[in-house]
């Protein structure tokens, strides 16, 4: 026997679920090189900013001070041109050149300092393209295995040196039936709504997180919309690619009738229970289920607060039999089972600790 309890209950919609990464960034060299280091471990951890994989830098560095010295040139020639331009201009202003030697100065000028314009942005081409022999962690995450090892060749926004998963937090994807979205939809703008990832056949929660993304159509064929759960995952509980259940809360009944599912039985009229009273003897009573969930049922109508009802043994009872109770009533939760009281033990028992007919 166990007693019928007021409780709040969550209106879930259950669903199979994929883990997979925040983000994933694939690694490639932005520089074409030669791998020299390979600064991880298969697997390890990894922060952003983290450095991955070294290139040889020397034909970097080498064009790198081939460019400073063009630099360094052409800064001195165009030095020279002001200063030459500025003599014209004396001289013209004395009527001593003439206005061609002064143009034809004012176009060497120009004319060079745009060159080193074009130099120092070439000399900071080149220091870029040294800074890319550096290959470091895009994120904060898990970089899986090795794809390129030290000694190998790389081109150029080709290659995929390595992979990094970004899992805390991460993501959990999942289906539901289009039938549910008209509420997820209007839920969503009260608040966040609960999602819950557990093994499934498991009610162990494994994380909690919000639900993020609902896909803006439905699938034709399959008649589901696809939802995304987001999750802190610090302890890395959640595993990209994982099998998991998701349980999305829409929102929670508040003060329900809640009796144990297994206290319900169906009869030509409908569903009832048998009610122990206070004599110790036993009615029924129909009663209307309107949902049933970890092995509880909700009930509308039928059942009071606090009343006794039979969980085992029914089989051997009728209207107005005797039960004898051995202990006093405690509640029997969710998924919960021995949680109430029983029956005095009967050598005809038909099930250990049922409710069995007075003699």
């Known amino acids: 026997m166990a007693r019928v309890e007021l409780r709040d209950v969550p209106d879930i919609v259950k669903a199979p679920g994929n883990v997979e990464a925040y983000s994933t960034v694939s690694l490639r060299a932005q520089v074409a090189g030669r791998v020299t280091q390979v600064s991880f471990g298969e697997g390890d951890a990894v922060k952003e900013g983290d450095l991955l994989f070294s290139l040889d830098p020397g034909p970097f560095e080498a064009a790198l001070r081939e460019a400073q010295a063009s630099l360094a040139r052409d800064s001195a020639e165009a030095?020279?041109?002001?200063?030459?331009?500025?003599?014209?201009?004396?001289?013209?202003?004395?009527?001593?050149?003439?206005?061609?030697?002064?143009?034809?100065?004012?176009?060497?000028?120009?004319?060079?300092?745009?060159?080193?314009?074009?130099?120092?942005?070439?000399?900071?081409?080149?220091?870029?393209?040294?800074?890319?022999?550096?290959?470091?962690?895009?994120?904060?995450?898990?970089?899986?295995?090795?794809?390129?090892?030290?000694?190998?060749?790389?081109?150029?926004?080709?290659?995929?040196?390595?992979?990094?998963?970004?899992?805390?937090?991460?993501?959990?994807?999942?289906?539901?039936?289009?039938?549910?979205?008209?509420?997820?939809?209007?839920?969503?703008?009260?608040?966040?709504?609960?999602?819950?990832?557990?093994?499934?056949?498991?009610?162990?929660?494994?994380?909690?997180?919000?639900?993020?993304?609902?896909?803006?159509?439905?699938?034709?064929?399959?008649?589901?919309?696809?939802?995304?759960?987001?999750?802190?995952?610090?302890?890395?509980?959640l595993w990209p690619g994982q099998y998991v259940e998701t349980v999305l809360t829409l929102s929670v009944q508040r003060g329900q009738v809640v009796a144990p599912a297994r206290a319900i039985e169906r009869g030509q009229a409908g569903d009832f229970t048998f009610v122990v009273r206070p004599d110790q003897t036993v009615e029924t009573r129909s009663v209307l289920v309107t949902k049933r969930m970890h092995g509880d049922a909700v009930v509308q109508s039928g059942l009071r607060e606090g009343e006794l009802v039979v969980v085992d043994g029914q089989i051997r009872l009728a209207p107005g039999s005797r039960v004898e109770v051995q202990n006093p009533p405690a509640p029997e939760r969710a998924g919960g089972a021995g949680g109430g009281p029983a029956a005095a033990p009967s050598p005809t028992a038909g099930a250990s600790g049922g409710a069995q007919p007075g003699s």
């Open 79 to 237: 030095r020279n041109a002001q200063a030459e331009l500025r003599r014209v201009e004396s001289l013209l202003k004395a009527d001593i050149s003439s206005q061609d030697e002064y143009d034809v100065a004012l176009t060497k000028m120009q004319a060079l300092e745009a060159t080193v314009k074009a130099d120092e942005a070439a000399a900071e081409s080149t220091r870029i393209k040294l800074q890319y022999t550096k290959l470091r962690s895009p994120t904060t995450g898990r970089v899986g295995e090795i794809l390129v090892h030290a000694g190998n060749v790389v081109k150029e926004n080709e290659t995929v040196l390595a992979i990094v998963r970004k899992i805390d937090p991460i993501s959990v994807r999942f289906a539901v039936p289009e039938r549910y979205l008209e509420e997820i939809r209007k839920r969503r703008t009260d608040g966040p709504l609960r999602v819950n990832a557990r093994i499934p056949g498991d009610d162990e929660v494994l994380a909690t997180g919000e639900l993020s993304f609902v896909d803006p159509a439905v699938n034709e064929t399959a008649g589901t919309v696809l939802l995304k759960g987001l999750f802190a995952n610090p302890e890395e509980k």
